[in-house]
C-alpha cells in the first residue's frame, strides 16, 4: 500500500515538476515576442523623427495625436511620407520573414527563402514587364502591382506541378526554385535590354527592393494580406514541427507531409506576392532572419513565426531608416542596405557553425 502511494507521489512531483518547467519554457517566448515588439515601437519611433526635415520628439506625437493637416511641412511629413513607409517597412519585414521561417521548415533546408524560391525574382520580372509594356507613358499602379503579383506566384505553382507529377523531394523542390530564380532573372534581363534607359532604371530600382513608392493605398492591402496569411502559417506551425522530426515520423503521428507542404508553400508564396508586388525583392529578410532567431528560440515554429516575423519588421525598418537619412536627400534602394547589413553577418553564422540550420 506505502509502495503504489510513494509511486503515486513521485508521478505527482514529476509530472509537476515537467508543467513548471514548461510553463518557464512559455514564459522566456513570450518575453523574447514582447521585447521584439518594444524595440519595434523605438525604432519607428526615431525613424518618424529622422529624415530631410528632422523633428523632435515632442513635435512628432504632437503631429500623430493631432491628426493630419496642412498647416504644416511637418505635418505632410510625416502622415503622407514617413508614416505609410515605416508602416509598410514593418508589414514587409515581418511577413518576409514569417514567409521565410515556414519556407525552411517545410522544406527542412536552410536556404529555403522567398528570394531563393525564385519567388521575389518572379515580382522583378512582372514589374520589369509592366514598365516595358507602359514605356513612354505613366504606369498604372495597378498594372505595376497586378503583374509583379501573378508573376511572383508561377514559380512556386511551376514547384507544385513538379511535385504532383514528379513526387519531388524538398531538396528537388529547392532546387526546382532556384531554377525560376534564373529564369526569370534571364527575362528580366531580356526587358531591361530592349527598354529605354528611363525604364531600366525604374526595373532596376524595382528589382533591388524599394520603399520610397510607399503610401497608405499600398500599405491598406499590404495589411489586408498579412491579417489573413499569417494566421494561415500559425495553424499549420505544429505540423511543420512535426515535420522535423521526419517524413515518416511525421505521418506516423497523423501528418499528410505532402499536403502540408503544398498548403504552406501556397500560403507562403500568396502572403509573399502580396507584399513584395509593391516593394520588389528584399533579399536576406526571408533567409537570415530566421537563422538568427532559431538560435535563441529553438526549432518551435509556433513562436518562431512571431519572434522572426518582429525581428524582420526591426531590421527591415533599420535598414530603410538608413538608407533614407544616410545620404539625405537621396534615398538608397532598401534592398542594397539590406544586402549590406545581412550579408556579413550570414557569413559570421557560417564561419561559427556547430550544427543545425547553420
Same mark, same amino acid.
Given at each position: ?129 509592366? !514598365?516595358?509594356? /507602359?514605356?513612354? #507613358?505613366? *504606369?498604372?499602379?495597378?498594372?505595376? +502591382?497586378?503583374?509583379? %503579383?501573378?508573376?511572383? $506566384? ?56 524599394? !520603399?520610397?513608392? /510607399?503610401?497608405? #493605398?499600398? *500599405?491598406?492591402?499590404?495589411?489586408? +494580406?498579412?491579417?489573413? %496569411?499569417?494566421?494561415? $502559417? ?125
Amino acid at each position: 500500500m506505502s509502495t503504489s502511494s510513494e509511486t503515486g507521489t513521485k508521478v505527482r512531483l514529476e509530472r509537476k515538476e515537467v508543467e513548471e518547467s514548461y510553463n518557464k519554457f512559455i514564459r522566456k517566448k513570450i518575453r523574447y515576442i514582447i521585447l521584439f515588439f518594444v524595440i519595434i515601437l523605438v525604432i519607428a519611433g526615431i525613424a518618424v523623427a529622422l529624415g530631410c526635415f528632422p523633428l523632435s520628439v515632442s513635435e512628432v506625437y504632437s503631429i500623430i495625436f493631432h491628426g493630419l493637416s496642412t498647416e504644416t511641412l511637418g505635418d505632410e511629413s510625416v502622415w503622407l511620407l514617413r508614416l505609410p513607409r515605416i508602416t509598410l517597412a514593418l508589414l514587409v519585414g515581418f511577413g518576409l520573414a514569417a514567409a521565410g521561417t515556414m519556407m525552411q521548415g517545410t522544406l527542412k533546408n536552410p536556404l529555403a527563402s522567398p528570394f531563393t524560391l525564385g519567388i521575389a525574382a518572379g515580382a522583378a520580372f512582372g514589374a520589369s514587364l509592366a !514598365l516595358y509594356l /507602359a514605356e513612354g #507613358a505613366v *504606369v498604372s499602379e495597378y498594372l505595376l +502591382v497586378g503583374c509583379a %503579383f501573378f508573376f511572383a $506566384l508561377i514559380p512556386t505553382f511551376v514547384i507544385m506541378l513538379l511535385t504532383h507529377f514528379r513526387r519531388a523531394t524538398p531538396e528537388t523542390m529547392v532546387l526546382a526554385g532556384i531554377g525560376m530564380l534564373y529564369l526569370f532573372g534571364a527575362f528580366q534581363g531580356l526587358v531591361q535590354f530592349i527598354s529605354s534607359p528611363t525604364t531600366v532604371q525604374a526595373a532596376v530600382i524595382f528589382g533591388v527592393g524599394t !520603399l520610397a513608392r /510607399a503610401s497608405w #493605398a499600398q *500599405v491598406i492591402p499590404a495589411a489586408i +494580406v498579412l491579417i489573413c %496569411f499569417v494566421p494561415l $502559417l500559425m495553424w499549420k506551425a505544429w505540423d511543420v514541427n512535426i515535420l522535423d522530426a521526419g517524413d515518416e515520423a511525421a505521418e506516423s503521428m497523423g501528418v499528410n507531409t505532402a499536403r502540408t507542404r503544398v498548403i504552406v508553400m501556397l500560403i507562403t508564396t500568396i502572403l509573399t506576392a502580396g507584399l513584395v508586388c509593391f516593394t520588389g525583392p528584399i533579399g536576406f529578410i526571408g533567409l537570415i532572419t530566421p537563422h538568427i532567431c532559431r538560435m535563441f528560440m529553438g526549432g518551435d515554429n509556433r513562436f518562431l513565426i512571431p519572434v522572426a516575423g518582429f525581428f524582420g519588421a526591426a531590421l527591415l525598418l533599420g535598414a530603410d531608416t538608413a538608407a533614407r537619412t544616410v545620404i539625405a536627400p537621396e534615398s538608397i534602394p532598401v534592398g542594397i542596405v539590406v544586402s549590406l547589413i545581412a550579408g556579413p553577418l550570414f557569413l559570421i553564422m557560417l564561419l561559427r557553425k556547430k550544427g543545425g540550420y547553420l
